[in-house]
């Protein structure tokens, strides 16, 4: 059985499998996603800033789900009456979907002492990895040696994060068969064509971009 990936806005998507679904990134303002329509498990936050966080608490106690992020995070949202599953970078755990290796991310954590985070994800079988907000780093060229993924999802919008041209070379360093860009065209200032990324990185480099529009779904091997 296939899982589906929705991008619902921003860095902000689901995965759903037999009746199971993950969000990440829950910042849901300005996109149709009603979050009165969501049931999820478990939420994947990678760091602080409200375009990440986003509905994260809310919609844990609504969903009864767990948040799984950096021990930060954790202590924050479980301050506020979250369930949460802390982790920390290099750290590895089995859930009941599968395994999480929390990654590097070379960003602002937006919590005090913290660090941002990416996740390389085993859901029930579709292996990804979510490289959060970040920059381009070289380490990026071991993640396949950690664990293994198919797809790799990377911002490309620039000014916050890694742009299009570091994305490519991300997507050289990680050879991922599939790369889907997030995090580009809602707002001005992170405006990108994710055409003209996709053409850069299918010319060099073996994998394929696929581009999901906001509340479109694809499926996922």
Known sequence: MPTTFKFINHACFTLTHAGHTVIFDPYLDGSTQDINDLKVEYIFVSHGHFDHLGSAIELAKASDATIISTAEVCGAVGEAGAKNHAMHLGGTHEFPF???RLTLAFHGSGIPGGHACGFIVDFYGTKLYFAGDTALFGDMQLLQRLDAFDYAILPIGDNFTMGPEDAAIAAE???????????YNTWPLIAQDPVKFKKAVEESTKSKVL????GES????
Not at 173 to 183: G, M
Not at 211 to 214: G, T
Not at 218 to 221: C, F, G, V, W
């Open 173 to 183: 360093f990680l050879r991922a068969e599939y790369v889907i860009p997030v995090h």
């Open 218 to 221: 694809i499926e996922l091997k």
């Open 98 to 100: 599968g395994k999480v």
């Open 211 to 214: 581009i999901v529009a906001p």
